[in-house]
């Protein structure tokens, strides 16, 4: 006898990504441009099904020039073992790992340290695109440059494990002395 109840996928399947997560030793695979991206969602990628995917989750960290600059656009391999692979900076890279975990739509994306391997006019252009993001996204950033802190709405500030202050950057530094003694000791120089 065949169960009339209707079938369901099994209690860990959701069809929402929850979560992603950037960390700050990601993976460079030696790979077309389509792939590094797509591989977020646990696949390869495929041009007739992706590419528009691909593009958006690239243009939300600054790098859409690569689908035009490139050669093969997303098909170009990236890396410097195969022939003709393009090479692209440690900074691009760190991008192009933020749109692989970008790719799958989180509801939640996970950054640490996003930042350490970019250049200051990088780093703006990436937290800009990251701004645009209107859909639900909430960003938990993980970091110790200020640069990158202040991008945040949020700050909650961690000293041994514990939780000595929380506030927007700008009231952080009048309201939590062990934030701004950190924050003094990155920018005064004298």
Request: net charge negative; hydrophobic share 40%; charged share 25%.
């Amino acid at each position: 006898m065949k169960d009339s109840r209707k079938e369901s996928a099994p209690p860990f399947f959701c069809p929402i990504t929850l979560f992603s997560a950037l960390f700050q030793d990601f993976a460079k695979f030696e790979r077309s441009v389509g792939s590094n991206v797509v591989y977020g969602a646990g696949r390869d990628f495929n041009s007739l099904s992706d590419e528009a995917d691909v593009i958006e989750s690239i243009k939300m960290v600054g790098l859409e020039f690569l689908a035009d600059e490139l050669p093969e656009g997303l098909e170009t391999i990236l890396g410097r073992r195969f022939e003709g692979g393009q090479r692209l900076s440690i900074g691009q890279w760190q991008r192009l790992a933020t749109a692989r975990a970008l790719y799958k739509k989180p509801k939640l994306l996970v950054l640490d340290e996003p930042t350490a391997s970019v250049d200051a006019v990088s780093e703006r252009a990436m937290f800009k695109a990251l701004d645009k993001i209107n859909d639900g996204l909430t960003i938990l950033l993980v970091a110790h440059r200020f640069t990158t802190i202040s991008h945040a709405d949020y700050v909650i500030v961690l000293d041994g494990g514990r939780v000595v202050g929380s506030g927007t950057h700008d009231s952080l530094l009048s309201t939590c002395k062990f934030y701004a003694d950190l924050y003094r000791s990155q920018y005064d120089y004298r």
